[in-house]
């Protein structure tokens, strides 16, 4: 996605905690499970809860990468998937500030987690980056934002 506003407006954006849970569909029902703020650096660890068809899942995930305002990483620590690794991508252009998400994954169970990638998980990992695109479009409020596919890849082992 391509916002036109300013690079340093965006990261903050995201680099607040917070912000992951109004950035989130409503029918995960995301909540971040510490009352404090978290102050996003390399070693941060962030735990939270989802509801995925109703069964309810903690997750955590620790900053791997911290690169104001250019770039961060998320991977799970804990959580329901074997292998979670999520890049976050700020880039300044003449058309504003492009935001890319790429997110490689293995989910478990082998043969079965491959099953349910091809008939679940991966489009509703895409329903969920979509989602996203548009709720930061409406929160910046910003005519003229452009969107991009989000990359989800599966890792095959």
């Known amino acids: 996605m391509t916002a036109p506003v300013p690079l340093d407006t965006v990261f903050r954006f995201f680099e607040d905690a917070r912000n992951l849970e109004k950035i989130t569909p409503p029918w995960l029902n995301f909540r971040i499970l510490r009352p404090e703020a978290i102050r996003m650096r ?16 903690k997750w955590k995930t620790r900053i791997a990468e911290y690169t104001p305002p250019r770039k961060f990483v998320d991977e799970q620590e804990k959580g329901p998937y074997t292998l979670w690794h ?8 003449e058309a504003g500030v492009v935001i890319r998400d790429c997110v490689d994954y293995i989910l ?13 998980v991966k489009a509703q990992l895409l329903e969920i980056f979509r989602y996203r695109q548009k709720t930061i479009a409406a ?15 599966v890792i095959e082992r």
């Open 42 to 57: 390399a070693g941060e660890e962030i735990n939270y809860i989802i509801r995925w068809m109703g069964i309810p899942m």
């Open 108 to 120: 478990p169970l082998g043969p079965l987690g491959r099953l349910a990638h091809f008939f679940m």
């Open 139 to 153: 929160i910046l409020a910003v005519p003229g934002i452009t969107y991009d596919s989000p990359v989800v890849r």
């Open 86 to 93: 999520h890049e976050h991508f700020f880039e300044q252009t």
